[in-house]
């Protein structure tokens, strides 16, 4: 079936405007991550969502930074006020399974990368 | 907190020669899970290998196999009979088996070039 998806796939946008970033995990993934990238650096971790479970935010930057998910399906990362140092790649994943067994796969989107100007 | 450190920004090899990318990681546990992922032009992370550190047979994947050495905590990868389409920047990343720990810890990574 299909891949995990994002949009848009670029976004510029200017300092202080609000932005917000979609995912659509693979169909009946109960796990969701969003990380970020910046310029040739790794990943780093923001947030995860299981099934109807409370989210991980531990990875999230400021409070300017939150996410939502309607159940299963789509999520949304939303960066309030953005800053030139949101400046980066933004990949979604998700993996099957309740509970998110540690020996399941993340599946990558092709990520969003944000521009702030 | 757990740390991956990947000490080669860059790699290159010739087409057909074997290349070994190297891997540090600092963790308390002493159980747990090494990912390499690969990360072509088109951003997209696949996962090239997977390694379970209560196993001690090395995982290998057709041309791609690991040197697990968990007392060094050591996780490197070679790559043989390297291709043009390995071409790519090189992640390994670790991630606890503690239910519910679920985010995988990226090292800073490595480029990959393949001379023809």
């Known amino acids: 079936g299909a891949g995990v998806s994002q949009s848009p796939s670029n976004k510029v946008t200017e300092k202080g405007k609000d932005v917000e970033l979609r995912c659509d995990p693979i169909s009946g993934h109960t796990a969701l991550y969003w990380y970020r990238q910046r310029l040739g650096q790794g990943l780093e971790f923001l947030i995860y969502f299981q099934g109807n479970s409370a989210p991980d935010k531990s990875g999230l930057p400021s409070d300017r930074f939150s996410a939502e998910r309607t159940g299963e399906s789509v999520s949304t990362l939303t960066i309030q006020r953005t800053q030139q140092e949101d400046s980066a790649v933004y990949l979604c994943?998700?993996?099957?399974?309740?509970?998110?067994?540690?020996?399941?796969?993340?599946?990558f989107g092709p990520g969003t990368r944000l521009l702030v100007l | 907190a757990q740390t991956v450190t990947q000490s080669q920004p860059e790699m290159s090899v010739q087409e057909a020669e074997t290349v070994t990318l190297s891997c540090t990681y600092d963790t308390s546990e002493s159980d747990y899970y090494l990912f390499w992922y690969k990360q072509p032009p088109s951003r997209q992370m696949i996962l090239v290998i997977r390694?379970?550190?209560?196993?001690?047979q090395n995982a290998t994947e057709n041309r791609f196999s690991v040197n697990f050495q968990k007392a060094a905590k050591s996780f490197s990868l070679k790559i043989s009979d390297s291709q043009l389409g390995d071409a790519a920047m090189y992640f390994c990343?670790?991630?606890?088996?503690?239910?519910?720990?679920?985010?995988?810890?990226f090292g800073q990574g490595t480029r990959l070039t393949i001379n023809p």
């Open positions: 990343a670790y991630r606890d088996i503690i239910q519910g720990a679920q985010k995988l810890v």
């Open positions: 994943a998700s993996s099957r399974g309740p509970g998110g067994r540690p020996t399941e796969t993340q599946y």
């Open positions: 390694q379970e550190a209560y196993k001690q």
